[in-house]
């Protein structure tokens, strides 16, 4: 099975430019996710989606950040205008959610994340 | 607010010692707690534990849950080199809250 895919590993920006990520989740994984991991702290999740519709965007910024996943599969994450403090690991992982009682939808697949940095 | 907390944030140890990670948490719908494996990549699945006192273990790495006491260990055994990493500990219902890890540093 192939893995979650994301892009670029890497990326140096200065504050105030604007960034794009990709995610290509594994197929047939209905479930998204996009999380922030800040050096020193664990994941904080941004959004998650279920198929194309949002389901939990609580903690995403939403005047800078912005998410879609079109088609229910992959997705994108957008900073603009990026600040100092975005500078972070995107994580991207889903999951195979096969109702809300089943404790395995919790086991999360991670891609190798996307390293932002911004000066 | 669902809170996990883990500790020791980091911890240096040799070659062959054993070790044990903690993590505590306060969920407000358990559902279940995941540890995972994080080297300069992607967090890797080691253990999901949803009942208490059920051991899980894969090899050198066990793990158990009390959710009477809302915390769960994660043990080590003759650590090796290629278990430094950082161990991440997530709990609650969809989605997942994650603590901040435990750094661990295995030494030659």
Excluded at chain 2, 35 to 41: A, F, L, M, S, V
Aim: with cysteine; glycine share 8%; aromatic share 8%.
């Amino acid at each position: 099975e192939a893995g979650v895919a994301q892009s670029p590993r890497y990326k140096i920006i200065e504050k105030r430019q604007s960034v794009a990520f990709w995610c290509n989740p594994i197929s047939g994984h209905a479930t998204l996710y996009w999380y922030q991991q800040i050096l020193g702290q664990g994941p904080k999740l941004l959004i998650q989606f279920q198929n194309n519709g949002v389901v939990d965007d609580s903690q995403l910024p939403k005047d800078r950040f912005s998410a879609e996943r079109l088609k229910g599969v992959d997705s994108t994450l957008k900073i603009q205008p990026a600040k100092l403090e975005d500078s972070a690991v995107y994580l991207c992982a889903s999951s195979s959610q096969r109702g809300t009682g089943y404790a395995g939808a919790n086991v999360l697949t991670f891609g190798a994340g996307s390293r932002l940095t911004v000066l | 607010e669902d809170k996990v907390v883990q500790s020791p944030l980091s911890l240096v140890v040799h070659e062959g010692d054993t070790v044990t990670l903690n993590c505590s948490y306060e969920v407000t719908n358990f559902r279940s707690l995941l540890w995972y494996k994080q080297e300069k990549k992607a967090p890797t699945f080691l253990f999901m534990l949803t009942s208490s006192g059920i051991e899980k273990k894969s090899g050198r790495l066990s793990s158990i849950l009390d959710k009477k006491e809302l915390f769960s260990i994660l043990n080590i055994t003759a650590t090796q080199t290629g278990d430094s990493a950082i161990y991440l500990c997530a709990s609650g219902n969809t989605p997942l809250v994650f603590g901040k890890g435990t750094r661990l540093s295995v030494i030659a």
